[in-house]
C-alpha cells in the first residue's frame, strides 16, 4: 500500500491506510465516510421497499400479498426515516464540514463521535434481525394497541432499534452544540458562521430536545410489549392516545430534523453558485432558529382525527400555520439571492434549485393539511404521504445528493464527471415530480395510504406514480457509478475548485488528518462573493480571482 | 498510593487544558438536558394517570415502603455532598482527603443501591410486582397496576443510572487518579462525574415525593 500512497499528498484518507485504523479512527473525516458507508447501505433497502410498494401499487390487483406489502411500507418508513433522512446530512457533511467550516481541529469528542457510529449500526443490526425474522407490520408509527396487542411481527426488536438508534441522535448532536460553543476559531463570531454551521446547530437543538422523548415513548412501548402491562391499553387504565401525543412530540420535530440540515446545505449551493452573497444573512439564521423552536408546538396537527378536543386542534392548527412564516423567509432570500447573480448551472445548483421549488410545493401543501377542516378529507390520504415525500424526499434528498457533489471534490481530490452529474440532477427532479405528483391527485380523490389496493378508476394515476418511481431509481443509482468511476479516474481538484468562500475551502482536497497545521484565524464573515467578475474572498481574510 | 504528577497535553482540538475542561462539563450539561427531558417524560406520562386516575393510584401508592425511600433520599443528598467535598479537595490539591470522600461517595451510593433492593424484595413479597408477581388489591382496579409499572420503570432507570455513577466514581479512584491525571491543574473528569452524580440524585428529588409522598396524608 505504501507505494500507492507516494504519488498524493499526505491525508487524512492516505494516511495510515489499514482496517484497524479506520475502525478506530478517531478524525471526525473518517467517521463522516464511515457514515456514508451505512446510511448508504440502509438507503438502497429501504429504496427496495419502496421499489416494492411502487410495483404492488401499479395495478389495483397488486403483486405482494396483504401482509407482505404492510412489511414493506414499514421497513420503508422506519428506515428511511431514522437510518437514512435523520441521520443523512449532519452525520455525514455534518460531521465532515463543521469543525472545517469553524477553523476546529476536530469535533469536541471524538470517541463520543466515533461511538456514535459504531451505536448506529447496533441498531441497525437490531432492525435487519427484526427484518430478517419475519419484519413488522404496523407503520413506521407503532400506533398502540395494534402495535402491542395484535401485531404478529417483531415489534419489540424494531422498537428496540429506533430506542438505540437514538443514542447515536443524541452523542452527534451534543458533539455538534458543544463543538459550535467551543472550537471556534479565533475570529469565527457566531454572526460570522456559515448557515450550514447555523442549520447543524439548529438542528442539533432539535435533536437532543426531542429525541429523549421518543426514546422514553419507545421504551414504555418495550416494557408493554415485552412484558405485558397496560400502559398504553384502555381496558387496563392505558391511554393510547398518550402514546400518539408523546410519539409525535418527537417525530413532527424531527421533519425539522430532515429538512433544516438540508435548507443549511442549499444556502451554500445558492451563494456558491450564483456567486452573489446571501439575501438576508440574519434572517436566514432567524429563520432557523424559529422552525427549530416552533417545531415543538405542531405536533398535535397529525391526531386531528383521533379524537383530540376541537378547541387544541383549531390551536395546533393555528399554530402550524406559524412554520410557513420562516420557511417563506428561507425560500424568498433564496429567490432573491439568485437575483443579478451569475449563476453557474452546474449539478449541485441544478440540485438546489430543485429544492427550492419542491421544497416551496411541500410547504404550501402542508398548509393545506394544517387547515383543520381540509385536514379531515385528506387526512391518511396520500396527498399527506405526497405532501410529506416533496418535504423529504424533493427537499432533504436533493439537498443529500447536492451537497454530495458539492463537496465531492474536497472530501476525495477528484471531480465527479459534470455531465453525467447533470443528467442524473435533471432526472431526479422529473422522476420525483412524475412519482408523486399524482400522489397528491390520488390523495385529493381519497386514495388512503397503507391500503394494499384501490379502486380501478385510480389505476392511471397510480401507473404514472410507478412509472416515475423507476425514473427516480435510476436516478438515484447513477451516482453510485459515475461517483464510484471518479474515485478512480476522475480529474484531480485544487483546494477550491468551486471558488467558494467557506474555510474548508482554504484546505487541500483531500484535506490532512486534522485540517490545518495552525488555527486558521477568521477575518469576515460568509458568502463574500462580487456577482461581477465572480471574485470572492474566503474567510481568512483572502481574496481571489475567480476562474 | 504514590504521590504522582503527570504532564497532561490537552487533545489536538483544544487550545489548552482549560479550554478542554471547560468543553468537558458543557458536554455533560447538554446530555443532563435530554436526560431531564427523558425522566421528565417519564414523569410528566405518570402524573397525567395519576390525574386521571387519583383513587387508584392513591390506594396502590400506600403499599410503597415509605421508610426505604425516605432513608435513600438522605443518603443520596449527602452523597451529593461528599462527591462537591472531594471536587473541592481535588481543586485544592488535598489528594488524601479527595480520595475518601470519594470512597465516602461510592460507598453511599452503594448503600442507597443496597436498600433499593432490599425494598424490591419486599416490594415482591407485597405482591406488587406488573404480571410477575401481582394482587390487585381492593379499590386499586382497572389502574392500579399502571402505578407500579411506573415505579418499576422509574425508579429501575434511576438505580441503572446510579450504578453507572458509582462505575463512574471507580473508575475515577482506580484509574484517572491513581494514574496521576487528577491534579489541582486539571481536575475537570471529576467536575464532570460530579455533574453527572448530582443529576443522578436530583432525579430522585422528584421520583421521591411522586412515588412516596403524594396522597399519603
Known sequence: MTTIAIDLPRN?????????????????????????????????????????????????????????????????????????????????????????MIGAHDLAFPRVNLLSWYVFNLSGLVLLYALVMGGIDTGWTFYPPYSTQYASGYVFAAALAVFINGFSSIMTSLNFVVTTHRLRAPGMTWLRLPLFVWAMYSVSIV????????????????????????????????????????????????????????M?????????????????????????????????????????VAGISIYSAVVFSLLSFFVAVPSAIKVFNWT?????????????????????????????????????????????????????????????????????????????????PESWARFAATLTFVGFNLTF???????????????????????????????????????????????????LYGRRAGPNPWGATGLEWTTPSPPPTHNWELTPTVKLGPYSYNPEDGSYITQDGVKHAYV | MPMSSRTISPEIQYADLSQQGDTAQLGMWVFITTETLFFGTLIFTYYIYRIL????????????????????????????????????????????????????????????????????????????????????????????????????????????????????????????IRRGEITPDYYAPLEVVGLYWSFVDTVWLFLFPSIYLVGRS
Open chain 1, 437 to 487: 405528483f399524482p400522489q397528491f391527485i390520488l390523495g385529493y380523490l381519497g386514495m388512503p395510504r397503507r391500503y394494499y389496493t384501490y379502486v380501478p378508476a385510480w389505476e392511471s394515476w397510480n401507473l404514472l406514480s410507478s412509472a416515475g418511481a423507476s425514473i427516480l431509481a435510476v436516478a438515484y443509482a447513477l451516482p453510485l457509478f459515475y461517483l464510484g468511476w471518479s474515485l
Open chain 1, 12 to 100: 487524512y484518507a492516505t494516511e495510515e491506510n489499514t482496517i484497524v485504523s479506520w475502525l478506530f479512527t478517531k478524525d471526525h473525516k473518517r467517521i463522516a465516510l464511515l457514515f456514508f458507508a451505512s446510511i448508504t447501505f440502509f438507503f438502497f433497502i429501504g429504496g427496495f421497499a419502496a421499489t416494492m410498494i411502487r410495483l404492488h401499487l401499479a395495478t389495483p390487483g397488486g403483486l405482494l400479498q396483504p401482509s407482505v406489502y404492510n412489511r414493506m411500507f414499514t421497513v420503508h418508513g422506519v428506515m428511511m426515516v431514522w437510518f437514512f433522512l435523520i441521520p443523512s446530512i449532519p452525520n455525514t457533511f455534518g460531521n465532515f464540514f463543521l469543525p472545517m
Open chain 1, 264 to 304: 443549511g446545505v442549499v444556502s451554500e449551493l445558492i451563494s456558491c453558485y450564483a456567486r452573489r452573497p446571501i439575501f438576508g444573512y440574519l434572517g436566514m439564521v432567524m429563520a432557523l432558529m424559529a422552525i427549530a423552536i416552533i417545531s415543538f408546538f405542531v405536533w398535535a396537527h397529525h391526531m386531528f
Open chain 2, 53 to 176: 386516575y387519583s383513587h387508584e393510584f392513591d390506594v396502590a401508592a400506600r403499599d410503597a415502603v415509605l421508610w426505604c425511600g425516605s432513608a435513600n433520599i438522605g443518603i443520596l443528598i449527602t452523597s451529593s455532598l461528599t462527591m462537591v467535598l472531594a471536587i473541592n479537595a481535588a481543586a485544592d490539591g488535598r489528594r488524601r482527603a479527595m480520595i475518601w470522600w470519594l470512597i465516602a461517595t461510592a460507598a453511599l451510593g452503594m448503600c442507597f443501591l443496597g436498600i433499593k433492593g432490599y425494598e424490591y424484595n419486599l416490594d415482591y413479597n407485597d405482591k406488587v410486582v406488573p404480571v410477575a408477581n401481582f394482587e390487585m388489591k381492593p379499590g386499586e382496579a382497572p389502574a392500579g397496576e399502571l402505578f407500579w409499572v411506573f415505579y418499576w420503570v422509574g425508579t429501575g432507570l434511576h438505580a441503572i443510572h446510579l450504578t453507572i455513577g458509582v462505575g463512574l466514581v471507580l473508575y475515577m479512584l482506580l484509574w484517572r
Open chain 1, 336 to 416: 432573491v439571492s439568485l437575483h443579478k447573480g451569475s449563476i453557474v448551472f452546474d449539478a449541485p445548483m441544478l440540485y438546489a434549485l430543485g429544492f427550492v421549488l419542491l421544497f416551496t410545493i411541500g410547504g404550501l401543501t402542508g398548509l393545506i393539511v394544517a387547515t383543520l377542516a381540509v385536514d379531515v378529507h385528506v387526512h391518511d390520504t396520500y396527498f399527506v404521504i405526497a405532501h410529506f415525500h416533496y418535504i423529504m424526499v424533493g427537499g432533504t434528498v436533493s439537498a443529500f445528493f447536492g451537497g454530495l457533489h458539492y463537496w465531492w471534490p474536497k472530501m476525495t481530490g477528484r471531480f465527479y
Open chain 1, 207 to 262: 435533536m437532543l430536545t426531542a429525541t429523549p422523548v421518543l426514546a422514553m415513548d419507545m421504551f414504555l412501548l418495550c416494557v408493554e410489549r415485552f412484558i405485558g402491562v397496560g400502559m398504553f391499553d384502555p381496558s387496563r387504565g392505558g391511554d393510547p392516545i398518550l402514546w400518539q401525543h408523546m410519539f409525535w412530540f418527537y417525530s413532527h420535530p424531527a421533519v425539522y430534523i430532515m429538512i433544516l440540515p438540508a
